[in-house]
């Protein structure tokens, strides 16, 4: 498979963006589910520094799959489609990118808000650009949290879209973005 997008299909870069963002996402809204009802513990500690690192990973991966969009631009969709459904497809898309800019960022500086630190995999510890702030910390829990479930609804209504085209439109919009498609 090329490395780059064309011919109609995603490319093998373009495809690993997107299918490791899709398990990290997952991965995130789990352990995020799992551990906000746990009590002040080491291990809730240790929960909240995976999600914390795998957020970060999130946010470097959005990152360069920008540039690689940039320089690899994406297949056009099918021309079958109607004005309304490329409306619908490039405004989930540009959401999905947002949130995936905007959760990390948040979840970042409300830790700092918070005065906790970033540590990403227990090697490195982003400096506190802001310190402590009240006000920023409960403003960002409650953004981040809507944020986070908004995120989960948008991803249910895209792959539920995916899936569409897969089996009633028949068209080739899941297969393109599939390594045996
Ligand atoms: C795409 C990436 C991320 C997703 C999808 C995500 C999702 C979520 C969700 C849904 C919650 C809310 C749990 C609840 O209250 O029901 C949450 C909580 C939290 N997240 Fe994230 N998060 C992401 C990235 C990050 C990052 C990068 C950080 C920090 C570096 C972070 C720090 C936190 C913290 C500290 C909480 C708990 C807030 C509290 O105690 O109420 N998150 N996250
Ligand atoms: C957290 C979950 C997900 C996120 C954040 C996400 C994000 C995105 C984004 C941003 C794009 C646009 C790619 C571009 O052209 O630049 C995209 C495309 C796509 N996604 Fe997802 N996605 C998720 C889950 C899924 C799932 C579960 C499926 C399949 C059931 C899926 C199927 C597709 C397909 C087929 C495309 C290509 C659409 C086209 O050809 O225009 N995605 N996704």
Same mark, same amino acid.
């Given at each position: 498979?090329r490395?780059r ?14 299918? /490791?963002t899709? %398990?990290?996402?997952? $991965?995130?809204?789990?352990? &995020? *589910?799992?551990?906000?009802? =746990?009590? #002040? ?34 297949? /056009?969709?099918? %021309?079958g489609?109607? $004005?309304?459904?490329?409306? &619908? *497809?490039?405004?989930?898309? =540009?959401l #999905? ?7 990390p ?6 830790s ?7 540590v ?9 650009l ?29 792959a539920a ?6 089996f009633?439109l028949?068209?080739d919009?899941?297969?393109?973005m599939?390594?045996?498609?």
């Open positions: 498979m490395l997008n064309g011919d109609g299909r995603y490319g093998a870069l373009a495809q690993f963006f997107h299918w /490791a899709v %398990a990290l996402v997952v $991965a995130l809204l789990a352990i &995020a *589910a799992y551990m906000t009802g =746990l009590p #002040l513990s080491p291990e809730k500690i240790q929960v909240y520094n995976l999600h914390k690192s795998l957020g970060v990973l999130v946010l470097a991966l959005t990152l360069l799959r920008l540039v690689w969009r940039w320089l690899s631009p994406p297949p /056009a969709l099918p %021309a489609m109607s $004005a309304w459904e490329r409306r &619908a *497809a490039r405004t989930s898309h =540009l #999905l990118y947002l949130l995936l800019f905007a959760q960022l948040t979840g970042i500086v409300h700092w808000s918070a005065n906790f630190p970033v990403i995999f227990g090697w490195l510890t982003l400096p506190n802001i310190g402590p702030d009240q006000w920023l910390k409960e403003i960002l829990e409650e953004t981040h949290h809507l944020m986070g479930w908004a995120l989960c609804g948008l991803f249910l209504v895209h879209a995916a899936l569409r085209h897969h009633q028949k068209d919009v899941l297969r393109r599939l390594p045996w498609g």
